[in-house]
């Protein structure tokens, strides 16, 4: 998912990980749980209603799929435009497909974390709970971490402006620089509440912004989506 291409397929997997990790984590803060407002915190009530809307659908939501780009720009980079699909599920598990421009798997099956590349013959994989950065991914966000007390500011903002005309946008500030970004920011669709863009800015200035099409909740997804089956003859290494 990052496009800079380390020789080290250990550094590799460690920058695949975080990418995919932050940006699961952040989809998944913003459409599945979404916390209350914390105590103490002013919101505008338009902003206290579309909080409340949010986390009142998808508490229900089980299952998301999505058509995803990804657009990754960095000082020192040129710009990256990489494309595939998203499969999301409760509890601690995800599918990142990449299709264009390099074919390639980020799998979690809710205990171990997997890239796979098919053109390296190479599979990495991690403990969940010990792969590097995976604090911010979804999996843990949705078991571990207190939701109320990951933001220091949650509000409205017009600038960036929305994709589509219509569409809210919000800007999420992190209380701890351990989440290994600066800023994310959401936008949403009014009706039917869909997550379309989240935009995060990375601490080193790096940015990366997912924008998503095709949302569907709630559909059958089979177990076998998040098991990740290794062809013969490649490589299988474990994450130092």
Known sequence: ?????????????????????????????????????????????????????????????????????????AVGSPPRREEGTVVLARPRRMRWHYHRPEEKLFISDGARVYLYVPAERQVIRAKLREAEDIKAAFALLLSELDLRRLF???ERINSPPPLQAGNIVLRFIPKDARLGFSELIVEIVPTPLHVVRVSIRELDGARSDFLFSNIRE????????FVLTIPPGVQVLDAR
């Open 152 to 154: 220091a500011r949650i």
């Open 1 to 73: 998912m990052i496009p800079m291409r380390a020789r080290d397929p250990q550094v590799r997997f460690a920058r695949v990980r975080r990418a995919a990790g932050r940006v699961s984590g952040c989809l998944l803060v913003m459409i599945l749980l979404l916390p209350s407002p914390a105590q103490g915190q002013s919101r505008s009530p338009s902003l206290e209603s579309l909080l409340t809307a949010l986390q009142a659908k998808y508490a229900r939501v089980r299952t998301l799929t999505a058509d995803f780009v990804h657009l990754y720009t």
């Open 218 to 225: 709630n559909v059958p997804i089979p177990r076998s989506a």
